[in-house]
């Protein structure tokens, strides 16, 4: 092998980013089994590869003696007429090899660092098995079924974006598995569409997922006097809309974040509206009183607005409503005000009840439990 051939092996492996003694050293191995079989000997072969000059010296190792775990070898010159043009041939093999290592060691480094990112790519396959997505050219993500909300479904050529929970090394590419229902896609949707978010003036506490059915995030503010759910919402709901339309309809709830337990319980059930919280420490669990008219809100269609709550509050929720609580002893019992009208304790809005349990939705006056209508009934 000649010099200028040695120079273009190690000008390739700069180029290219590679080891230039890993790929001289894997070239002499490779050439050691390459000689031993087209010379047909029985012994093992070494080769040397003269860093400067590109010459090459093909040994036979024969055994010399020694004992069984330390052997002696004498080494046989057995170097070929031909020896640079098979030379040339073994190191396009390895130097096609060693690249492709390489350039799976820098996507396994890149998207290892991304662990945790959502990324953008177009749907290549999908069937009941796995759905493949494309990130760039000669890059592949998994999106296994167990990572994909129920109801969607994807279209060759399709643009999504989804959430990378793990990459992981392979005999062959980098494996990368993403995922459209992991609670983090919700976030870094958010970071993408609310500048208030992506600059850190405005954090996500929390986020509870039904993937593909309904969300809630609670959501807090660095700044005093901005409203961080406002910020998400976005002007006419322009911000969390995109979200939405990326997630497919998924309906998103975006809540206030508390450090009082009970309050945050309360914004949690949103929009149901909650006239008081019992919060029991040691178990870690919230008794919730809401109006009469609230519960079937509270609760949600198959108890999945209370669900979302607990796993949002990571606070178990037990809801009940006024009346349910007065008959379990946990609030005062009705005072009927001329057969017509019942007064609860509130929180801020009127505490009078209807005949049918139905609370009066008007607040209530400096210094009472009732708005003004019901206080001047309650004098007479």
Known sequence: MASELMEALKALAREKNIDEYAMLDRLESSLAATYRKILDLENETRVVLDRDSGGITVYELVPAGGTEEEPVF???????????????????????????????????????????????????????????????????????????????????????????????????????????????????????????????????????????????????????????????VGPKGSRVRMVVGELRGERIDVVPWSDDPAQFVANALSPAKVSKVLIHEAERSATVIVPDDQLSLAIGKEGQNARLAAKLTGWRIDIKSQMQAVQAGMSEAPVTVEGEVAHVEGDGRCSALSATGIRCRNRSKPGSTLCSLHDKEAVK
């Open 74 to 232: 004498e080494e046989r010159d057995v170097t070929p007429p031909d020896v640079s043009r098979t030379a040339a041939q073994a190191a396009k093999s390895v130097i096609v090899g060693m690249i492709r290592d390489a350039e799976r060691e820098q996507i396994f480094d890149e998207y290892q660092d991304r662990v945790g990112d959502a990324v953008t790519g177009t749907v290549q396959q999908s069937d009941a098995r796995y759905t493949l997505i494309k990130l760039r050219e000669g890059v592949e993500a998994l999106l296994p079924p167990s990572e994909q909300p129920t109801t969607e479904r994807y279209d060759h050529n399709q643009r999504i974006k989804a959430y990378i929970t793990e990459v992981r090394k392979t005999t062959k590419e980098p494996s990368i598995v993403v995922s459209r229902t992991h609670p983090g896609l919700l976030k870094r949707l958010f970071e993408l569409e609310v500048p208030e978010i992506y600059d850190g003036i405005v954090e996500i506490k929390s986020v509870a997922r039904e993937p593909g059915l309904r969300s809630k995030i609670a959501v807090s503010s660095r700044e005093p006097g901005l409203d961080p759910v406002g910020a998400c």
